[in-house]
Nanobody, 115 residues
């Protein structure tokens, strides 16, 4: 069974950048349409970005042009490069084997953006 572990979160000022990583074990990531999902306190979870088995990427409109999702199959690792961060990007970010956050997911990594 796949296990996922996120890392790379932290506290940054608005306009800054972070790179999140999601390392998989127990199964190969390229068999799934992997997604990054975030959830802020008091809000519903939101699919941020996904990458399918053909490498096609999709993004929520709120992060298009600022975030990039990528996958390194050799390392079995998913990434989310986040640029031009805004305070509204503050949330717990986690990766999952489905773009809507269902399926197998990790514990998440906290991203806090101060304005």
């Amino acid at each position: 069974q796949m296990q996922l572990m996120e890392s790379g979160g932290g506290s940054v000022q608005a306009g800054g950048s972070l790179r999140l990583s999601c390392e998989a074990s127990g199964d190969t990531m390229n068999s799934y349409c992997m997604g990054w999902i975030r959830q802020a306190p008091g809000k519903e979870r939101e699919g941020v970005a996904s990458i399918d088995i053909d490498g096609k990427t999709t993004y929520t409109e709120f992060v298009k042009g600022r975030f990039t999702i990528a996958q390194d199959n050799a390392k079995n690792t998913l990434y989310l490069l986040m640029n031009s961060l805004k305070s509204e990007d503050t949330a717990l970010y986690y990766c999952a084997t489905r773009p809507d956050g269902s399926g197998t997911r990790g514990q998440g990594t906290q991203v806090t953006v101060s304005s």
